[in-house]
Each structure stands twice: as structure tokens, then as C-alpha cells.
């Protein structure tokens, strides 16, 4: 083994490299070349022997945590507004706080504050939601870039519905998309651009058609909402009368499927939207603290699951108030629970290695091979010191999952290397 570019950290390691149960080394080995990992181990051979190892001790190693969705042009708002449900809260909080971005000085204050944030709270990888102004979306570019995480971010398109101080046209919102698909796309760094129409009722046909022939022509990811609430889904058949569903009418304008989509929320799905899901590889972006904050109900994650849909956790800021996907975590489980009781007695909980599992590996699926510790993956690390190694590292894992504190986790590394505040 060439020995120069190699880094070998050790510690107690625990992971999911399937949803049903997790993978655990006390005092084991992580082997990394450049940003993927080489190897995991119990034990070094013998070409290992003279290497320099970063020894963490009893500090646990985990898989860095992926967020699915949220909206980096909210985070001032969060805890707000929560005594609304979908529509009303955009209409009375979240476009009025959207707008000020606008201003380039607030948008490089607000979005400093939120990558440091970001970063602080574990999550290594996110699919992002600015706002639909271009200058501040590319001042959120390069500090995401600065940083070292990795992410999709996409300048949001909307040209119907919105109030005045909201909204653009349609060709400027189009033209806006594809300087963003040539700037960004297919940039080999680990800040990628992603198609992102704020949802059907503000996105006219022309616009999702001009979308639609962007993503087709650039092969660019799309990201959006879906079935979230069922005010917004009746606005929408109200909207497409000749659609059958919410999901077809995305559909319809032939924006799935040119590469992978990511869909937020998806609480009210039906059967046929679940096919369509499975036909155009549809992510879904679970944001249980969202669903329950803005009275969206509580979305059938297993189900998804159990038809071979790939789920990931969306922290959804400010329709979630925690940025923190560990926390989301622990709002998965319970909100599985919910589920159960009240929705479907015959759906079974989601078990700990289930929601960990959509927290890192899940999510992380949308990015290549990232959150698990598997040969191959790219090294996206957090070192938690939980000051809690006389338990097992499931309750460990567990135990941090529901109460540990931000403070906990030490170092944080992204595709290799180690990523600090900026
Ligand atoms: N649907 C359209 N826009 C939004 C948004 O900003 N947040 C949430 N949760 N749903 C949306
Ligand atoms: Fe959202």
C-alpha cells in the first residue's frame, strides 16, 4: 500500500451500511486515501505497521450527517411562525424573510451565520434552498465552497402566486437557472448546482417547461415540494385539473427523471405517485419536525422504504425549527411513533438503525457513495466525545441521537479532510 496519502484514524466506530441494523468496531481502523475510505479494520497488518494513526481513543466515529432539505434563506426565521399551516406561513413569515435577500449585505450576514451553523451541527452534506436572487445565491456558493462541506444548492424558481415583492419572470428566472447550471453543474468540487422550482402553484407551465429542457439538455439533479399539506394539494388539482396527482403533474412536464430528483415532505402520497417515484428515481426528503410544526401530518417513511424508495431526513429550516439532523433523528423516531398510533397501527416503527441509516447513508446515497463507512465511501466523519463509553456503542449512538449536545462532537471531516468554521 502506498503509504504517503494514507491517513488511518482510530476510535469506536459504528455505522449503517444497511437500514436494519448497525455495523460496530470498538477500537477499529478507518483507512483513508485522498477522500475515500481504503478500509475498515479491527486490526492493522503488517504494511500498516510504521503509519502514523490519528488515535481518537473511546471518542465514537460516525458517519457525518446528510440533510436533505432545507432552506438556507429562512434560517432567521427559525421558530417562527409555527402556529400556521403551510400557506398562511408562507404568505405571513417566510416570503417576507425570503425577500430581504435582496439585499447582498444581509444575504453574506445571514448566510455566514448559517454555514457556520450548519457545519457546527454535524451535517457534512445538503440539498439547499436558497432564495430566488441570484447575487445572494452565489455569495451562498462560495461560502459553502469555503467551507469544505459538500451540497446541491439551487437559486429558487417562482414566477405565479407570490406576492409582488416575490416573484420574477419567467425567461430572467430561466436565463438566472442556466448561468448557475454553466457556473456550477458540473463542477468537480463538492458544491454542485440543483434545479429547484419552489413547488407547482408558483411555477407556471412555461417556466416548468424551460426547467424541464434545462435539466434534460445539462442532465442537472431537481429538487422541490411535494404533497405536503392538503390545502396545497387541493390548490394544485385546482391548478391541474388534468392531472391525476400532485407528483404527475411534475411529471407531466418531463423534469423527473433526466437525473435524480429530490421530492420534500411527501405526506399525502398515493399509490400512483409511489410508481411514479419508483419509475424516475425520486428521492424523499423526510422533515418530520416540519410536518408536525405546520400541522402537515406525519409522512408513511416505511412504506416508502418498503417499496425500495430512497428516504433521507430534511431539517426543512424554519418549517423545522432545529437545524441539527441529529435532532431530526430523534423526531423521525418519534415521529414513527406517531404514525403508528394514530395513522396506521399495522405500520411498525422505525427502529434506531432505520432513522440513523436515512440520517447518513440514505441522504448521502443522493451524493455518490457517501454516509457509511464502507470501501470505497468518501471519508464524511464526525469524532463524537460523549464521555459515555462504559455503554455499548449502540446505546452510545443512541443516547447521543436523543439528548448529546452539539458540543459533543469534536472534529468533523467532509470527503477526507477536516472542515472547520469559516
Ligand atoms: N412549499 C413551498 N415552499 C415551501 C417552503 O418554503 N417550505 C415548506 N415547508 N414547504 C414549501
Ligand atoms: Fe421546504
Redesign the pocket.
Known sequence: MAKDNIKIYKGDIIFTKTPDKFESIEGGYILVEGNKIKKICRELDESCKNMEITDFGDKMIIPGFVDL???AGQFRNLGLGMDKELLPWLETYTFPEESKFQDTRYAREVYLEFVNALLESGTTRSVI?ATLHKEATDILFDLINQSGMGAFIGKVNMDRNSPDYLIENTEESLEDTEYFIKKYANSSELVKFIITPRFIPTCSSELMTGLAELAQKYKVPVQS?LSENTGEINWVHELHPESDNYLGVYDKYGILGQDSAVM??CVHNDNKEIEIMKKKRVFVAH?PT?NINLSSGTAPVKKYMDNGIDVGI?S?IS?GHILSIKDCTAYALQASKIYNMYVDKNSPILKTSEAFYLATKGGGKFFGKVGSFEEEYEFDALIINDRNADKSLEERLQSFIYSGALSDIERRFCAGKEIKKI
Do not use: K
Request: charged share 10%.
Open positions: 432539505h432545507l432552506h434552498f415540494h420534500a415532505h422533515c416540519s430534511g426543512d418549517g
